[in-house]
């Protein structure tokens, strides 16, 4: 019998190599959302017979991989979407990284990569993020720094299978306001059933490359050809709703009992348990103000709800934007005007202010991790 002593990831021991060409940081409204990053990245190798190598934080530069990569032919890879907030008190804070440790792990496994332990990875890309923080601006809720752990498999041999060489590394970039103007900018949405983005039993509920590649030509058509923003994906004959874009859907409409409620599609597999999803549902509990459901809602759901005058407001919700209105929704030819921004939007306003107070350090809360 042979035993094999692999390393697990560890913080401790990191190396560090700094840039000799810091580059010039852009002014933060001149910003385009992943053109710009910043001096340094992260890179942690795996392999199946040693394990985890040491963690290095080095100048940004090109990775060199084996065009036979399985990360290139057969997405063998996944991701995660994370940010960094200079705070009212110029400290740095994460929000809730255990939750994207999670679900990174999560995606892993389904792309049939290595597990690794979460609270050293958020140890390293503290460091990392510590090392650049000149990159964000003295504090401004216009402005944060976009996280992007990426894990790739490297193996250098054509195959679908089990990888047994990947890498682990994180780039970063600034982000200006979302919305440039100050106020919300509601978007219209394309739901076309014709278009899946998930189904049961497949992948859709992890942040897996091959989840992404698909939509942009349903994007594309949307947005070229029909007039519309975003596309809202349908599933099923029923046409239930489970997500816009890439951001997890929100209805705050007077249910069929007459009462007001906050609803959002259930975690059923098919749509991505967003960070920004799930505090907006423990954030809206606390109100006790309205019913917080995770429910089926279908298109059928929301065009008897219209056309009674039941439907307050539709939003989206992610890590970019926090919330973002629902304006209209072109479904089969139809345009449907949601009343969104006549209604407020008040419950959209009262969860971007709340979730923002706490991710720049206005409310103090222990989904804040101080970098
Ligand atoms: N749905 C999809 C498909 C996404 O890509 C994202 C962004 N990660 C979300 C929802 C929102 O998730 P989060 O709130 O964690 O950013």
Known sequence: TSIRSVSSLKYDGIKVSLTDNPKVIPPHDKLI?????????????????DGW????IVPYDHLSISPAAACFHYAVECFEGMKAYRGVDDKIRLFRPMENMKRLNNSARAASLPEFDGEEFVKCLKELVRIDQKWIPAHSTKCSLYIRPTFIATEPIIGVQKCRNALLYCIN???????????FNPVKLYADPAFVRAWHGGVGES???GNYGPTIRVQT????????????????????????GTMNIFMHWINEDGDPEIATPPLNGIILP???????????KTWGTHKISERKITMDDIKIALAEGRIK?????????????????LYLNESLHIPTMENGPEVAKRFYKELTDIQYGVVEHDWTVVV
């Open 274 to 284: 967003g960070v920004t999803r799930d505090s907006l549902l423990a954030l809206g």
């Open 221 to 244: 058509l949307a947005e070229s050809e029909k007039n519309c923003d975003q596309v809202l994906w349908l599933y099923g004959e029923d046409r239930q709703l489970t997500e816009v």
């Open 207 to 209: 942040k897996m490359g």
């Open 53 to 56: 190598n040491t963690p290095h």
């Open 313 to 329: 407001e539709m939003f989206g919700a992610g890590t970019a934007c926090v919330v973002c209105p629902i304006s209209d929704i």
């Open 173 to 183: 970039c600034p982000v200006g306001p979302y919305f440039p103007k100050g106020t």
């Open 33 to 49: 959302f992943g053109q710009v990053f910043t001096d340094h990245m992260l890179t942690i190798n795996w392999s199946h017979d």
